[in-house]
């Protein structure tokens, strides 16, 4: 069974506070992805990596930046909090021949 | 025009009838498509996934693909209260694994 992990179930920062979200999975996929899920928003695809070290921008990654220095482990990070970065924040992983995606149980982070 | 379209519901559905959940997509040169599942609360499972033409079952579950008509459905058989949960249509633009996703219809089984 394909096993993602977050860092934390629920998170409250403060506006301006740097923020760390971290996601670990054990399959050894090549490809990780970090999406924020808001209502009437649906998913929205923040940054992905194919390979340590790799990054692309998804479609919304301003006021982002994400870290892959090792395969099994890809973290986001809030440079600057801002409450319209309130949001459910969801990380998957996959295997690169493949597009089916297994996601993490997500973390709500709520920026004050 | 959004990229991947769902209708948002609710679908009410009575238990042991079928649902059926439609998606549209705009880009002709999608590859593969994908149902979710997701129960509130929590994240995004997958049902199933499709890349050819015409149906594809799994259990109680059916996914039907148009390409020339650019829309993926689902059918679920014999829905139970179980079911209740939005389903999220995924599209992978072929280009790489990035999947875009509609914002999912809410369907919800009475008794």
């Known amino acids: 069974d394909v096993k993602v992990t977050q860092s934390s179930r629920y998170l409250v920062k403060r506006t301006g506070e740097k923020v760390f979200l971290e996601c670990v999975q054990d399959m050894d996929h090549e490809n990780m992805f970090w999406y924020r899920q808001d209502p009437g928003l649906g998913l929205r695809l923040i940054y992905f990596s194919y390979d340590v070290k790799m990054k692309e921008k998804g479609d919304i990654p301003e006021g982002y930046s994400v870290s892959r220095e090792k395969k099994e482990r890809f973290s986001l990070i809030l440079e600057s909090a801002s409450t319209n970065q309130t949001s459910m924040y969801l990380c998957?992983?996959?295997?690169?021949?493949?597009?089916?995606?297994?996601f993490g149980p997500g973390t709500r982070l709520t920026v004050l | 025009q959004k990229e991947v379209e769902q209708n948002s519901g609710p679908l009410s559905v009575p238990e042991g009838a079928i649902a059926s959940l439609n998606c549209t997509y705009s880009?002709?040169?999608?590859?593969?498509f994908f149902w979710y599942r997701q129960y509130s609360g929590k994240s995004p499972e997958l049902i199933m996934f499709?890349?050819?033409?015409g149906d594809k079952e799994d259990g109680r579950f059916t996914a039907q693909l148009n390409k020339a008509s650019q829309y993926v459905s689902l059918l679920i058989r014999d829905s139970q209260p179980s079911d209740s949960a939005t389903y999220l249509c995924?599209?992978?633009?072929?280009?790489?694994?990035?999947?875009?996703f509609g914002g999912g219809t809410r369907v919800l089984v009475k008794p």
């Open positions: 880009d002709r040169g999608s590859q593969s």
């Open positions: 995924a599209v992978n633009k072929a280009a790489g694994n990035k999947l875009t």
């Open positions: 499709i890349y050819s033409n």
């Open positions: 998957a992983s996959s295997l690169p021949k493949t597009d089916t995606q297994y």
